[in-house]
């Protein structure tokens, strides 16, 4: 067996990682201060972005879970993988080749980058089956519906072929086993073994954020297949229908930029969007649109204000009304604005590209109308507003509609959009709307699970209260000693050894801060190394682990990175200043106890004389 990754290697790939690009991937990040950039956490769900990170040490933190660590340790928690494939998955990304402990190859995987392995092996399967002749039936059905070779190229489009082991003796031969593909959700288990999942059907790769092939969505094509229209990879260790979204990974740069994200129904319809110009389009896979995508889209768009669009496509069908209500009770987790658009006559992206080109499916964004107004409309649609019962039956059934409109702007306006609506006095409506608040539930889901930023959890899992920078005291002895290690773990790498060195062997006066300055001066010697200063807050000890975690991605006040290495190379010296303030107060006292003739006398007077040398040097070179 192949040995452990040697060490310099391991450093090597996370010193040539940005760790902004690998988060990028699934949490859309913007600037919060000089070298430092914030989203939305993804390890829990949160309204206002608590989630910082700083490029340049390598190092994430999250001010509202404590969440943190390195680019290693984000891969492990969010992809599920070992160390060792965390570092094998990065290396890979930049093509550095890996040396192990006794000189072997890389080892084989089991887990989950084999089931990685796999699906992307029956990606390019699929893809290369549409070329053959048994695909024409699936080249046509695309072609009839606007997308030709290039177009199925873009998204990876395939075909599965009609045999029963087709893909299963391709991967075969590729090294997997049917254990690996039955866990890949890539065959059936049948009496006689595994068989092919997918037959004789059109095939897309569904991709995670990261633009990795988990699972895939098939639709039947032939009249003698008796199995569903669609049929997807069921759940697997990779595949969970509630939280993948088809195309986020073609669409979440642009949804990041434009902070707007355009939900459609199917996959076509998603190409028929990304093909006109919408290139923020995404469908989900064989469920319906929930909280959980929900919170996948918040960190990609960076939900954190009411400035972003989320537009959903709904067929005027009766399913995609009760579509659209099923939505509605969810789309309030979002901060960003809800629309809904439907195409005329009733097409979809799809169908409306095919009937009237790419210009009508861009038209669409154009026709969208809130949320709000959709889902009241489809309320008060089946009552005869034309009677005195029509109209009080369709206000008792909109009104809980508005009542859960917790914006206090947004509710008195939709109480006279509302009674114009239905053609009923204003005040009529406003004492329904606030029955309804009184006596309905109320969405508590809107509420934050997660303290904000500026709170703090009293006591870990382990009843020890955790220090964090809002429970420091105010005072300016605590501010000087926090920001003089905020400046040494954020920019040590550029400072001058000669002065952080001195400054940190002095003792600090908040216990709190005197345990972070311990595990920092450790590290002192290790400045130039990239990664040190992760390091050195895994050094401190508990419970103030968090504190210096907080402080090395907290934002540090200055302009640019020179402002910044100024001003924390000044607080330094004033720590030094306070040092030797605090030496000479004390000889002064001890001064007056001895004779003044005597040899301790002369070694104090002498070591006075050097104090204020050394003193007049560092106020020289601060000034």
């Given at each position: 067996m192949p040995g452990r990754i040697r060490q310099a290697d391991v450093d090597e790939v996370k010193a040539r990682t940005n760790i902004a690009d690998i988060i990028g991937e699934r949490v859309a990040l913007k600037s919060a201060g000089v070298g430092s950039l914030k989203g939305l956490c993804p390890f829990h769900d949160e309204r206002s972005p608590s989630f910082n990170v700083r490029p340049q040490a390598g190092f994430y933190h999250c001010f509202g879970c404590g969440e943190s660590g390195d680019v290693y340790s984000f891969l492990r928690a969010m992809d599920h993988v070992s160390f060792t494939e965390a570092v094998e998955k990065l290396a890979g990304r930049i093509g550095y080749a890996l040396h192990y402990e006794d000189g072997g190859a890389a080892p084989e995987h089991t887990?989950?980058?084999?089931?990685?392995?796999?699906?992307?092996?029956?990606?390019?399967?699929?893809?290369?089956?549409?070329m053959t002749p048994e695909a024409d039936t699936a080249r046509r059905f695309l072609g009839q519906r606007g997308f030709d070779a290039g177009a199925a190229g873009h998204f990876g489009v395939g075909y599965a072929p009609k045999g029963w082991e087709g893909m299963t003796k391709a991967l075969r031969t590729q090294g997997f086993t049917d254990e690996e593909l039955s866990s890949a959700g890539l065959v059936s288990q049948g009496q006689r073994g595994v068989y092919d999942r997918f037959r004789g059907r059109v095939v897309w790769p569904i991709r995670d954020v990261t633009g990795q092939v988990i699972g895939f969505g098939a639709r039947r094509l032939y009249d003698d297949d008796k199995g569903p229209k669609y049929l997807n990879t069921p759940e697997t260790t990779l595949y969970k229908k509630t939280n993948v979204l088809y195309g986020l990974d073609l669409a979440k740069r642009d949804i990041s930029r434009e902070h707007r994200v355009v939900v459609v129904e199917g996959y076509t319809d998603v190409m028929a969007c990304h093909l006109a110009g919408i290139t923020t389009a995404i469908a989900t896979c064989g469920t319906a649109f929930g909280a959980d995508h929900?919170?996948?889209?918040?960190?990609?768009?960076?939900?954190?204000?009411?400035?972003?669009?989320?537009?959903?496509?709904?067929?005027?069908?009766?399913?995609?009304?009760?579509?659209?209500?099923?939505?509605?009770?969810?789309?309030?987790?979002?901060?960003?604005?809800?629309?809904?658009?439907?195409?005329?006559?009733?097409?979809?992206?799809?169908?409306?590209?095919?009937?009237?080109?790419?210009?009508?499916?861009?038209?669409?964004?154009?026709?969208?109308?809130?949320?709000?107004?959709?889902?009241?409309?489809?309320?008060?649609?089946?009552?005869?507003?034309?009677?005195?019962?029509?109209?009080?039956?369709?206000?008792?059934?909109?009104?809980?509609v508005v009542a859960e409109l917790r914006d206090p702007l947004l509710q008195p306006e939709y109480i006279r959009v509302l009674a114009r609506r239905l053609g009923m006095d204003t005040e009529d409506v406003r004492r329904e709307v606030e029955r309804a608040a009184r006596s309905g539930p109320r969405d508590d889901r809107r509420r934050d699970p997660a303290p904000p930023a500026e709170q703090t959890t009293d006591a870990g899992d382990d009843g020890v209260r955790k220090v964090t920078l809002?429970?420091?005291?105010?005072?300016?002895?605590?501010?000087?000693?926090?920001?003089?290690?905020?400046?040494?773990?954020?920019?040590?790498?550029?400072?001058?050894?000669?002065?952080?060195?001195?400054?940190?062997?002095?003792?600090?006066?908040?216990?709190?801060?005197?345990?972070?300055?311990?595990?920092?001066?450790?590290?002192?010697?290790?400045?130039?190394?990239?990664?040190?200063?992760?390091?050195?807050?895994?050094?401190?000890?508990?419970?103030?682990?968090?504190?210096?975690?907080?402080?090395?991605?907290?934002?540090?006040?200055?302009?640019?990175?020179?402002?910044?290495?100024?001003?924390?190379?000044?607080?330094?010296?004033?720590?030094?200043?306070?040092?030797?303030?605090?030496?000479?107060?004390?000889?002064?006292?001890?001064?007056?106890?001895?004779?003044?003739?005597?040899?301790?006398?002369?070694?104090?007077?002498?070591?006075?004389?050097?104090?204020?040398?050394?003193?007049?040097?560092?106020?020289?070179?601060?000034?």
């Open positions: 887990g989950r980058a084999r089931l990685y392995a796999a699906n992307s092996a029956a990606a390019e399967f699929f893809r290369t089956q549409l929900i919170t996948v889209l918040r960190r990609v768009m960076g939900d954190d204000s009411t400035a972003g669009e989320v537009v959903f496509t709904f067929d005027p069908d009766a399913a995609g009304q009760k579509a659209a209500l099923r939505a509605f009770a969810d789309a309030k987790r979002f901060n960003a604005q809800t629309y809904v658009a439907t195409g005329p006559e009733g097409l979809d992206p799809c169908d409306l590209r095919l009937a009237r080109g790419d210009g009508a499916v861009r038209g669409l964004m154009e026709t969208k109308v809130p949320m709000v107004e959709f889902v009241l409309d489809q309320r008060i649609a089946g009552f005869d507003l034309a009677s005195v019962e029509g109209r009080v039956g369709a206000l008792r059934t909109a009104a809980p809002a429970t420091l005291p105010r005072t300016p002895e605590a501010a000087l000693e926090r920001d003089a290690l905020m400046g040494v773990l954020q920019f040590g790498h550029r400072m001058d050894p000669t002065l952080v060195a001195p400054a940190l062997e002095l003792p600090f006066r908040l216990p709190p801060l005197e345990a972070v300055r311990v595990g920092v001066a450790g590290a002192v010697p290790t400045m130039q190394r990239p990664g040190w200063s992760v390091d050195a807050v895994a050094t401190v000890r508990e419970p103030y682990r968090s504190l210096a975690a907080e402080l090395l991605a907290g934002n540090f006040p200055a302009l640019d990175d020179d402002a910044a290495v100024a001003s924390a190379s000044d607080l330094l010296r004033r720590l030094v200043l306070r040092g030797l303030d605090r030496e000479k107060s004390e000889l002064l006292g001890a001064i007056q106890r001895v004779p003044a003739d005597s040899e301790e006398g002369r070694s104090i007077r002498l070591r006075l004389r050097e104090l204020d040398a050394r003193r007049q040097t560092v106020a020289d070179e601060a000034s």
